[in-house]
């Protein structure tokens, strides 16, 4: 029996798994999801019925990197809690040094109205989190 409720998961190559997982791991849990499975090569987190797999990319293939303009993906969007949420998360985001997108017009930067976060993770995908309405 098939179900509609939404992705099954989405798997990402990335070029450091140490790396993305030290990222993603705080971040992560902060968006409800939870660890799910993990082996050598990959890690993978779950929220609900759907997860998130970060997989480690082939040698053969590192040399190409990532770039959201290209054809592929362009950004993942995490919905938060709540507008406090997403500033707390800016927050923690900068205690971190991580560089955010669009800081000059934070937090209405995608329009009126969506309040939202945008920053981009080790390996320059581009992330979204976005308030309810």
């Known amino acids: 029996m098939q179900t509609s409720q939404g992705f099954h998961h989405v798997e990402i190559n990335v070029h450091n798994l140490e790396r993305t997982k030290a990222f993603y791991g705080w971040l992560i849990h902060e968006l409800g999801f939870e660890p799910f499975q993990e082996w050598n090569e990959g890690i993978s987190y779950k929220n609900g019925s759907a997860y998130l797999v970060f997989t480690q990319t082939e040698e053969k293939h590192l040399q190409t990197s990532f770039h959201r303009k ?3 993906l362009n950004h993942l969007a995490f919905w938060a809690k709540s507008r406090a949420h997403v500033d707390d998360l800016r927050v923690q985001l900068k205690n971190r040094s ?9 937090p209405f930067a995608a329009g ?3 309040y939202a976060l945008f ?15």
Do not use: M, Q, S
């Not at 991580?98 to 934070?106: D, G, I, K, Q």
């Not at 981009?120 to 309405?133: F, G, N, S, T, Y």
């Open 119 to 133: 920053f981009e993770d080790p390996d320059r995908i581009k992330l979204e989190i976005v308030a309810p309405r």
């Open 112 to 114: 009126e109205g969506y």
């Open 70 to 72: 290209r054809t592929g």
């Open 98 to 106: 991580v560089p955010l997108l669009y800081e000059e017009e934070y």
